[in-house]
Structure formats: C-alpha cells, structure tokens
C-alpha cells in the first residue's frame, strides 16, 4: 500500500497555484514537510524539488504572476514569495565534488539522484502534490517509523561531504531519535569529530543553538561528550549542568531558551562566556545576556533585587541556572527609583558627587525593604541626610 500524506497546509490554494504554474508531475514537495506530515507535528517550512532548471522555474512563475526571488540560482533555488508564505523550489542535483565545506552540483532529471545527495533517510522523502502520495527511495519511512536516524548511503562518506553533518545529526537525532542511537552513524561522527574545525565558527554556532533549543537536548548532549564531538566545538561544557537546568525548567514550567542553556553549560566566567559569544559569532545583545548569565554565584538571591539591577530576563536566567524560585517575578515588573538628584539638592545637598552618593545608598534601601511607596522613599532619605551630621 503506498504512503500517502494529508493536512490542512496542502490545501491552500496558493500552493495549488504554484504547482499549476509549474506543470503536472514537475514537482513534488520534499524534506521536512513530508517527515513532520507523517509525524502529525505542525509545519514550519515547506521546500519543493523540481525537475525544472531554474531559468524555466522562473519564467513559469513569471508566466503565472507568481513573485519570485533567485535566492540560490548556484544550487538551483529560487523562493517563490506566495501569500500563505514563501517556498523554495530547488532542481534536483547531483553532487559532483564536495571538501566537506561546500559542494559542486550538477542539476538532474532523477528523484533518487536527488535523495542519494540529502543527508538522512528521513529527509528524503517527497510527497505528490495532488495525491500526497510519498516516493521513498532509502528506507525513510520505515525509519521515521521506528524513530530511528540513519545516514543515506555510508555514514562517512555523507560527513566527508558536509561536515555539519555530524552536528546536524545530534540535533536530529534529539528531535526524532529513539534509543539506542545508530551504532554505525555514532561510530562516523566520533571519527570525524576533528573535521569541525574546519567550519565556519558561526555555522557551528547556528547548529548549537538550534540543537539547545529543542525540548530536551540534555542527554544528546551528553552522548556528545561520550563521543568526543563536544569536545571540538565546546571544549568549556559540562552536560551535566545543562540536565540540571532543563529540569529546572520542566520544573519551574519554562520555555526552553538556547542561549540560558549555552550559560548553563559554560563556567560561571563571564570572560570565557565572551570569548564563547565571539567563538559562536553570536549578537551584542547575546554576548551580554550570556556573560551576565555567567556573572551568577551559589548564594541566594532576592529574587525582585536581581530583576531590578539586571532587567527580568537576566533575572529568570540566573535564578534558573542556581536552582532558585521565578515565581516572585510572575505578573511583576520592577517600579521606577521615584528619588531624583534635584530632590536631594533640594533637601540643602550641594550638587556634585555627594548627591549621587545619597541617590545610591537610598536606592539600595528602598530596593532592601522591597520598593517601599514615596512616603517611606522621603523617610529613607531622611535618615541618610540625618547620619551625614
């Protein structure tokens, strides 16, 4: 019996449009639409692989009044920019040499020339656009049933390829995988560990973060360490902190957040948290929430205090990562310091650096006392003029 899928994204109509413009039995929805299809989870991105050659992919959606971007004309994509969201249609390929960086590609009229290049069984799978039926060329769906991550082909020859591959395939595996792992894929990525090195920084750094992002990535971490592959590309990491910390959040009813485990994983060093920001080419705004992150200690914290000094975000992260409560920041956001200089000023205080002084030890009561209103501020600063003498 063949295969066949069936979901409410299949029936928007600007899809139907799509594969009108490029003609019956051209095309053919593939990769992780067709897998996520079969595993009843929803859909984020939709590809389409085609026999056509990108010039004639373009005038056929020009022809339709189809908008289109030539977002890779090198590898044979071009995004069709449609209402329910944009598509990306390749034409099938070939690989014709690869350094395990990038790969030179010949375009192809066969499917499984197509599949035989893709990374594991189960995104190979395409699907008919108007029967849903899926061509399976590798054994995928055997494998997606069984949650099992296998590599197209040999393993090594797939990483030798593409060396993300190896972290690719942790990812992978700690979103679809079952236990235990593929011996034989394991025993590949432990091999050519080493091939990492030779990424780009900030490629390694995007797959991290997509891998520390899913629900429990905790243990597949950990099977990263056993396997040396952590190793190459974290050196600094200790898994077992990350398993605390995704308990910590199950616990505390957390969403999961990349970036807190990253701090998890790292020393509580906010220099090395740094240089780890740089190392992953990560955003400004990334280096510091994570150095803030790894400016956290073992003693406890007033949970309002630390949102107040830090912002709520660097708050939840560091109350997380020591184990301690976030329920003080539900519903709450830290209240504005309602002490100014010129209050102080006011109050017989010559302007200059003594005033600022006042201002903090004042602030630094009224955050103690747990943001006490105005009238217990103006008996705060009372008492600090009174002990000037």
Known sequence: MTERIAADWMQREDLAALFAALGPGNARYVGGAVRDTLLGIAVKDIDVATVLLPHETIARLDAAGIR?????????????????????????????????RRATVAFSTDWQDDAARRDFTINALYADPDSGAVFDYFGGLADLAARRLRFIGDARQ???????????????????????????????????AATLKGLSRERVGMEMMNLLGLPDPAPTVARMAELGVLAVVLPEADPAALAALVAEEARQNVAP??????????????????????????????KKRLALAAGRSGEAADARALAYRLGIEGALDRLLLTGASIAPLDGWAPPPFPLKGGDIVARGVGAGPEVARVLRTVEARWVTEGFPDTARVDELLDSVLAERG
């Open 257 to 286: 957040d990349a970036l807190r485990r990253l701090a998890a994983l790292l020393p509580a060093d906010p220099a090395l948290a740094e240089q780890v920001a740089s190392r992953f080419r990560l955003s400004g705004a990334q």
């Open 68 to 100: 289109n971007v030539p977002t890779g004309l090198d590898h044979g994509t071009v995004t069709a920019v449609l209402p329910g969201g944009s598509v990306e249609i390749t034409t099938l390929r070939r690989d014709v040499s690869t350094d395990g």
């Open 158 to 192: 797939r990483i030798r390829e593409d060396h993300l591959r190896i972290l690719r395939y942790f990812r992978f595996q700690a979103r679809f995988g079952s236990q235990p792992a593929d011996a034989e894929a394991e025993r590949a990525c432990a091999e050519l």
